[in-house]
Structures are given as C-alpha cells and as structure tokens.
C-alpha cells in the first residue's frame, strides 16, 4: 500500500483552512443591519416612522363643499369631520323633481355612506344615478379640499389665532311656500366677508327668480353684517327663507 506523501498532506490541510475561512467571511455581512436592508430585510427605524402617502390631515368641524351642476340639477355636498375622520356624509341639495325624485332618494344615502367608507371622494358611482353621483363626488373633493386647509399647519397662524378670525357657518334650513333655502356664512375679524345659499327653490320658474335674487342677497348679507336686509322684488319667500337662514348662522357664529 502506497503512504500518502507528505507534501500532498499540508496541500489538503492547507486548502480546508482557507476553505474554512472564505466560509467564515461569507456569512459575517449578514449581521450588519446595512446589508440586510440592502437584500431586501427589514427597514431602518427612520423608515418605518415616515408618513404614508403624505396625506393632508382634515380640519374638525362642518364643511359645505361647492355645489357642482349635472344635467339634472345641482349636488352640494356637506361633511362632518371628528378626529380628523369624516363622521358624516350629507347631500344638501340633489336634483329633484319627477323621476330625479326615486333616483336621488335611492342613490344619495348610498354614496353618504360610502364617503366615510372611504374617507375620501373615490367612490364608485351608484347604478342608474351617474350624473348625481358624479357631481357628488365633484362637490364631496371641494368639501375635502376646504377641511383640509382648515387641517393645514399654516391654517391657524402662528399664534394659532386664526381658527378664531375665520370660519365657515352654516345655517337651518328655512322651509318656504317654493322650497328649502339655507345660507352658509364665513365670518372672519368679526363681520361677514362671504354669504352663499348652498340650498334656494329649484325648478320651473324659481330657477330664473333665484338667479337674479340669491346674489343680491349674498350681496346685501356681506355689506349689513347681519340678517337685516331688504327683500328682493319678485323674490318674496326665496328672501324671507334667505334671511331666516342667515340668521342662524349668525346665532352659530355667534352673533
């Protein structure tokens, strides 16, 4: 039998242990938190802490979003907001009249509830009502956009006293001979920069009589400062509902 060479014997020795050694290297950069982030292991701490998506926090409060038109007649959407949630979800004004009628009773309380589902404006339209449902949303993304920059850092100023000098109001609803009427307000230092009617008598010839009188009277509501205004010739009730709107706002806001 042929005795192995000595030589060849510290060859073999020789290879296990540097073997041994790249094995050793090999598996070292694993514990390092770098390299197992960059393999695709858990993220640093800083990472996980960051925001998601960047999202705009909502201001607390009531907000009316602007009325968006449809072929049928006007949405105007109006949010509750809790704990920077939407609690509740409202359409104030939907077309009606005829068939808009069954359309809109059927559709709306669906897409109040999916509002605050959804937290957002992307929700999906409900089957048969695509216009109501799409200046729904219209109007529901104006009424977001407003609570959130009552929710921005900047909102409330520096001292935070800006919450204080400007704020949005919105009134009862003033039920009239031709139809609900109900007036927003924003009110900022302590007098009425802005009035709107975000609810007014639609259909046949009220469309016409609003349209004249409901700007005169947001008009005549920033210029008095309170509900002590003149009715519009021709526009009877619309001004009596207007006015008794305004001025529960101004009891909200108030006084």
């Given at each position: ?20 050694i ?6 070292k ?14 993220a ?5 802490q ?9 201001g ?107 704020r ?72 009596a ?15």
């Open positions: 039998m042929r005795k192995s060479h000595p030589v060849r014997r510290a060859v073999l020795a020789t290879a296990a242990t540097v073997s041994g790249v094995l050793l290297l090999s598996l950069p694993a514990s390092d938190p770098g390299s197992a982030a960059a393999a695709g292991g858990a640093p701490p800083a990472a996980a960051s925001p998601q998506g960047g999202a705009q926090p909502i607390n409060g009531t907000v009316t979003g602007d009325a968006a038109r449809t072929q049928y007649g006007a949405v105007q959407v109006r949010l509750t907001v809790s704990g920077g949630k939407i609690t509740k979800a409202e359409a104030v004004r939907a077309p009606a009249g005829g068939q808009s009628d069954r359309i809109t009773s059927n559709a709306v309380p669906r897409l109040n509830q999916a509002a605050v589902a959804a937290q957002s404006a992307e929700i999906d339209a409900v089957s048969g009502a695509t216009y109501t449902s799409s200046g729904y949303k219209k109007s529901l993304q104006s009424a977001l956009d407003k609570a959130r920059a009552a929710g921005s850092p900047g909102s409330s100023g520096s001292d935070g006293a800006g919450s204080a000098q400007a949005t109001v919105t009134g009862d609803v003033a039920q009239t001979q031709y139809g609900p009427v109900q007036v927003r307000i924003t009110v900022s230092g302590g007098r009425i920069t802005r009035a709107e009617a975000v609810r007014a008598p639609e259909g046949g010839q009220s469309d016409q009589v609003n349209a004249d009188a409901v700007p005169k009277l947001n008009q005549a509501a920033v210029a008095a400062g309170d509900a002590g205004i003149d009715a519009v010739s021709g526009a009877t009730y619309t001004s509902g207007y006015k008794q709107s305004l001025q529960s706002a101004l009891d909200k806001a108030g006084g």
